[in-house]
C-alpha cells in the first residue's frame, strides 16, 4: 500500500502562481505512474496532468503550457507547478497512484489518494 500526503495550494490572484506537492510513502516501488486531479464545484473528479515511472508527461489540454508536473525520486515527491492561473482552475486537486498503464484513465482507475488540497483563483 502507498500513502500520499499533500502540501500546498492555496488563495491566489488570477496570473499568479502555486505548486502542489504530494509525499508518497508505503510500497512506492510498486508505483507505475502518479497523477493530479482536480474536482470543481458541481464536476466530476478530472485528469490534470501525470507522469510515470519512465518519465513520460501526460497533461489535459486545458492546462498545457501553464502546469509541469515533476519529480524528486530522492524524496519520493512529485510536484505539480502551476502558473498563470485561471479561475477556472478553482477546485480540489488530488494527487493519486496507478500501478498499470495507461495513465489517461477515470479516477476510478487510481490506485491510493492524497487528502486533497484546495486552490483558489479570484478573479
Known amino acids: 500500500q502507498v500513502q500520499l500526503v499533500q502540501s500546498g495550494g492555496g488563495l491566489v490572484q488570477s496570473g499568479g502562481s502555486l505548486r502542489l506537492s504530494c509525499t508518497a510513502s508505503g510500497s512506492v516501488s510498486t508505483i507505475y505512474a502518479m497523477a493530479w486531479y482536480r474536482q470543481r464545484p458541481g464536476k466530476q473528479r478530472e485528469l490534470v496532468a501525470a507522469l510515470t515511472r519512465t518519465g513520460r508527461t501526460y497533461y489535459t489540454d486545458s492546462v498545457k503550457g501553464r502546469f509541469t508536473i515533476s519529480r524528486d525520486n530522492a524524496k519520493i515527491t512529485v510536484y505539480m507547478q502551476m502558473n498563470s492561473l485561471k479561475p477556472e482552475d478553482t477546485a480540489v486537486y488530488y494527487c493519486?497512484?496507478?500501478?498499470?498503464?495507461?495513465?489517461?484513465?477515470?479516477?476510478?482507475?487510481?490506485?491510493?489518494w492524497g487528502q486533497g488540497t484546495q486552490v483558489t483563483v479570484s478573479s
Open positions: 493519486a497512484d496507478r500501478r498499470d498503464p495507461p495513465v489517461v484513465a477515470t479516477f476510478r482507475d487510481y490506485t491510493d
